[in-house]
């Protein structure tokens, strides 16, 4: 572990404050966007009072796209300075694109490190990944393998046969996969008495959730950590200890963390069990920096400290503010739903598929959810109420249980649908 990684938060936060103000002056003298994002704000902000700027939201940066600039007014670098572009999936169909300069690269590469790090795996050890990186950010977090001296064994996505004859003849230490792979492997191979050791989970929330994580690490018989990074700002910037107590901000130096409540928009003290959506700030970023940008991501803080010694606030994702129902006033995740009913195993095999009745965010109780049954458990009598029981009292949503057979709800190789909108 880097001695960084243990600085008193204090300290870090005044570093932080420098390299703020550095970045804001460098927003206001080289980036269109925010040169006129911020023209009628104070440009000598502190990083204390970072909550009077204005929130960055992904639509805005999009709407600036030209096709002279598809990459969006938000591009501060020299062109000649960007030596990597990556894009978004883009659910739209046109991608968002990232550029990085080198100090860029190298930054979002340490920062993965760290937070892979975080997990125990050490130089010298193997490990598997899953990843087509091709265009996407995650080509960044396999670099990072690299740097922390692994021997990286990439497989790619969509090949599991590939994958269990690399465990079985390479014998890796670690995996790297979605948590929803990793759940639909175990069905599918004896993994439990592998050489894996410790299973790595990013892509997708799920990897923190008690009852999906016990059932993972029994399914392969291995510590799970969790890594999460934000494709605009930064890959895995966050990344959890073999303590498994949220995940620490691997990226702190290069990008500053808050909490907001995603409906009024306010700042909220990140103070330990406070939920929120997250919203991140680079501050050394140099192609095409971002300032208070709103990530989707409700989050859980943690700030009480961690035996493994990092310091600074904690996270664990809760789910997407954009997969979040409201059910008559409740708000309620689909992946909370899922960390319900996973502690039925092992009646139930894990996935389930909320099936809201009508288009939009608010709903009208009960919420129809799909439940999975393990493989040979037939449906019995009082299963579904037992569920529907349970999740009242953990989540206050009243819920129709639909039970249905083993290999009824689609497994992922990639990220896991919740609900079927
Ligand atoms: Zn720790």
Redesign the pocket.
């Given at each position: 572990m880097s001695d960084v990684e243990t600085l008193p938060w204090d300290e870090q936060l005044a570093l932080d404050d420098q390299a703020f103000r550095a970045q804001l002056a460098y927003l206001k003298q080289r980036s269109p966007f925010y040169r006129d994002k911020l023209a009628h704000t104070d440009g000598h902000a502190t990083l204390a009072d970072i909550a009077t700027l204005p929130l960055t939201d992904k639509r805005e940066l999009r709407a600036t796209t030209t096709p002279e600039n598809p990459i969006g007014a938000h591009l501060a670098a020299d062109p000649h300075d960007v030596v990597r572009i990556y894009s978004t999936s883009g659910t739209t169909g046109t991608p968002s694109y990232i550029p990085l300069t080198q100090s860029d690269l190298d930054n979002w590469v340490t920062g993965s490190a760290r937070s892979y790090a975080?997990s125990g795996i050490a130089r010298g050890q193997r490990i598997v990944s899953t990843y087509n990186a091709g265009p996407f950010v995650a080509g960044a977090a396999l670099a990072s393998f690299d740097r922390l001296g692994l021997t990286h064994i990439p497989v790619g996505t969509g090949n599991t046969e590939r994958l269990i004859k690399a465990i079985e003849l390479l014998r890796p230490d670690a995996a790297v996969l979605t948590p929803s792979y990793a759940a639909s492997l175990t069905e599918r191979a004896d993994l439990a008495g592998s050489s894996v050791r410790r299973v790595l989970v990013a892509g997708e929330p799920g990897g923190g959730e008690p009852a999906f994580r016990a059932a993972l690490e029994e399914g392969w018989g291995a510590k799970v950590t969790e890594a999460m990074g934000i494709g605009d700002i930064g890959v895995s910037l966050w990344g959890?200890?073999?303590?498994q107590?949220g995940m620490?901000l691997g990226a702190r130096g290069f990008v500053h963390a808050e909490l907001i409540d995603p409906e009024s928009e306010r700042a909220m003290p990140m103070t330990d069990g406070a939920t929120g959506e997250l919203v991140l700030t680079h501050l050394k970023h140099r192609a095409a920096p971002l300032l208070r940008f709103r990530t989707r991501d409700h989050v859980e803080v943690r700030t009480s400290p961690?035996?493994?010694?990092?310091t600074g606030p904690?996270i664990r994702c809760v789910g997407r503010t954009d997969d979040m129902l409201i059910v008559r006033g409740v708000n309620v995740f689909p992946s909370a739903v899922r960390e319900v009913v996973s502690a039925f195993s092992p009646d139930v095999s894990g996935h389930i598929l909320v099936r809201p009745p009508t288009n939009g965010v608010k709903q009208d109780p009960p919420l129809p959810v799909t439940v999975e049954l393990a493989r040979g458990v037939q449906a019995h009598a009082n299963l579904a109420d037992r569920i529907r029981d349970r999740l009242r009292n953990a989540l206050v949503v009243r819920t129709r249980i639909e039970l249905v057979p083993w290999g009824t709800l689609q497994r992922s190789e990639y990220k896991s649908k919740l609900v079927d909108h």
């Open positions: 975080a959890e200890c073999h303590h107590t620490h961690c035996p493994c010694g990092r904690r």
